[in-house]
């Protein structure tokens, strides 16, 4: 379905120093940098999968899903989707593929949503039937039957984006690339967009790559993570087995009665008050019923809650790794 082989790109970009004499010499002379924002970009994705593709800003996310979709061209490599070269058959490429940006539209701002959606219906030339069926259906599963009747400037942010959603969707794309798309939405709107994706992967068999910060997405929607950093693929693989890995650190939280207690080795402190502690503790050294025991032995224990690492400190903690 997709396949990316020692990708790269480069982007020239113009830097000067501040002040107004800087400015006017830049007008006769510019100072330019070569950035590298991708270094040997190689990964396989199979139809049906859903893939979260992850890294710090400036690591090269966008980058690669726009050689992907086609709006970027890479300086070597090859990149095939769908068996095209994105760029070169864009518009056979475009009508098979849906990309949503968390912060970039694709509505018109000043007219009703279903405009926007009947316009897009002639742009892809979607058969009448067709787009009834679908909008119907997106409709239905997102909620927006009120909505679309509404120009977007007036729309709440997790309204516009379940409809820009939609709108990536009429077509029946067979890919689904998605950056950033729950950015800015309150929890019950992040809720609504997620169990979205997840029925349209399970009814159409659509390909989903999502890009984003929140790893809470991640956990609920990928069972593959691709993680990248300096514009190189640090790591390939499942999210389950990420969890392996940093399964042998469980957080710590006992309220208590009496005065501090002592940590024994395998525990480290995140913070200690009088009647609260939280530490991190590494069973490889100390098993947690042993923890948990000596905890009692020295207070008395009012509360205990014991949990793994969050996908979020998971991610932490490979950036650390790697240095990025």
């Not at 690591?59 to 709006?71: C, L």
């Not at 069973?283 to 008395?300: D, F």
Request: a neutral charge; proline letters at 2%; one cysteine or more.
């Amino acid at each position: 379905m997709i396949e990316l082989k020692n990708i790269n790109k480069t982007f020239k970009v113009a830097r000067r120093n501040s002040g107004f004499s800087e400015a006017a010499k830049s007008f006769f002379r510019r100072d330019y940098e070569l950035i590298q924002a991708l270094k040997d970009i190689t990964f396989t994705i199979k139809e049906g999968e859903m893939v979260g593709y992850i890294g710090p800003n400036g690591a090269g996310k966008s980058s690669t899903i726009k050689i992907m979709s086609g709006i970027l061209t890479q300086d070597s490599g090859e990149c095939i989707v769908n068996g095209r070269i994105p760029w070169k058959e864009r518009i056979s490429h475009v009508s098979e593929i849906g990309v949503v940006f968390g912060q970039r539209s694709q509505l018109w701002w000043d007219v009703p949503v279903i405009d926007s959606f009947e316009l897009i219906k002639d742009i892809y030339k979607i058969p009448p039937k067709t787009y009834r069926v679908n909008l119907d259906e997106l409709i239905s599963l997102l909620n927006i039957g009120e909505v679309i009747k509404t120009p977007a400037r007036q729309l709440s942010l997790g309204q516009r984006t379940r409809c820009e959603i939609a709108a990536s969707l009429l077509h029946n794309p067979k890919i689904l690339f998605l950056d950033e798309p729950t950015i800015g939405l309150d929890a019950v709107s992040k809720i609504a967009v997620r169990e979205f994706i997840k029925t349209t992967n399970q009814r159409h068999n659509t390909t989903v790559i999502l890009t984003t910060h929140d790893m809470q997405d991640i956990e609920a929607l990928t069972e593959r993570i691709i993680l990248i950093g300096k514009g190189q693929i640090l790591l390939d693989g499942a999210l389950t087995e990420l969890k392996k890995r940093y399964s042998d650190k469980k957080t710590i939280t006992v309220e208590y009665t009496g005065n501090k207690f002592t940590l024994d080795e395998g525990m480290t402190c995140l913070e200690q008050l009088k009647g609260h502690a939280k530490f991190v503790l590494d069973t490889n050294i100390l098993s947690v019923s042993k923890a948990i025991s000596e905890i009692s032995r020295q207070v008395e224990v009012l509360d205990i809650s014991i949990s793994g690492a969050t996908a979020e400190e998971m991610v932490v903690s490979l950036y650390e790794e790697y240095k990025i």
